[in-house]
T-cell receptor, first 110, second 116 residues
Framework: SQKIEQNSEALNIQEGKTATLTCNYTNYSPAYLQWYRQDPGRGPVFLLLIRENEKEKRKERLKVTFDTTLKQSLFHITASQPADSATYLCALRSNYQLIWGAGTKLIIKP | EAGVVQSPRYKIIEKKQPVAFWCNPISGHNTLYWYLQNLGQGPELLIRYENEEAVDDSQLPKDRFSAERLKGVDSTLKIQPAELGDSAVYLC??????????????FGPGTRLTVT
């Protein structure tokens, strides 16, 4: 069956360090993958998109990698700040719709 | 630019009662989505509209859920009758549209439904 997996346990990171979140998928061949941020009581907010022919994408302190052989995307936040604390969701495109992971809660400790 | 607007933000109803949610997407966005999100889970698509046409409603429980998007702008999602298991957050999202290419989605704040 098709599946997207994100670490269900919260990730605790010390402020200033790099946070790395993982998104693994099986039985998909997505054309692209997206990362979103979701704060409590709010809808997801788009952060980055990476296409299947791109290895890496950057935006300010954010970096996403996409390995279609490993079927994995990594999402990095460098120089993390307490304001980066949120749940981060990955989503991939399949048959004209986005399929979502359950998200990983990131906690940045001051 | 105004974002996606949803109302109400919160709704508490008794089971077997009807409920309706309203969504106003970003101006000019042709594609509109209704999602259901349970605590600790990602959004699950209920229905997708391209303009006023429902192009994907395969996950919509049609015995109790209905949706409409009149004139290809605002949309309403209805549940009748509501069941305890319908308690969740209902998210509306919109995107610029088209069935090919990236579809960066913009979400509203959601409606938190509690069925007692």
């Amino acid at each position: 069956s098709q599946k997207i997996e994100q670490n269900s346990e919260a990730l605790n990171i010390q402020e200033g360090k790099t946070a790395t979140l993982t998104c693994n998928y099986t039985n998909y061949s997505p054309a692209y993958l997206q990362w979103y941020r979701q704060d409590p009581g709010r809808g997801p907010v788009f952060l980055l998109l990476i296409r299947e022919n791109e290895k890496e994408k950057r935006k300010e302190r954010l970096k996403v990698t996409f390995d279609t052989t490993l079927k994995q995307s990594l999402f990095h936040i460098t120089a993390s700040q307490p304001a980066d604390s949120a749940t981060y969701l990955c989503a991939l495109r399949s048959n004209y719709q986005l399929i979502w992971g359950a998200g990983t809660k990131l906690i940045i400790k001051p | 630019e105004a974002g996606v607007v949803q109302s109400p933000r919160y709704k508490i109803i008794e089971k077997k009662q009807p409920v309706a949610f309203w969504c106003n997407p970003i101006s000019g966005h042709n594609t509109l989505y209704w999602y259901l999100q349970n605590l600790g889970q990602g959004p699950e698509l209920l229905i997708r509209y391209e303009n006023e046409e429902a192009v994907d409603d395969s996950q919509l429980p049609k015995d109790r859920f209905s949706a409409e998007r009149l004139k290809g702008v605002d949309s309403t999602l209805k549940i009748q009758p509501a069941e305890l298991g319908d308690s969740a957050v209902y998210l509306c999202a919109s995107s610029a549209g088209g069935t090919s290419g990236p579809d960066e989605q913009y979400f509203g704040p959601g409606t938190r439904l509690t069925v007692t």
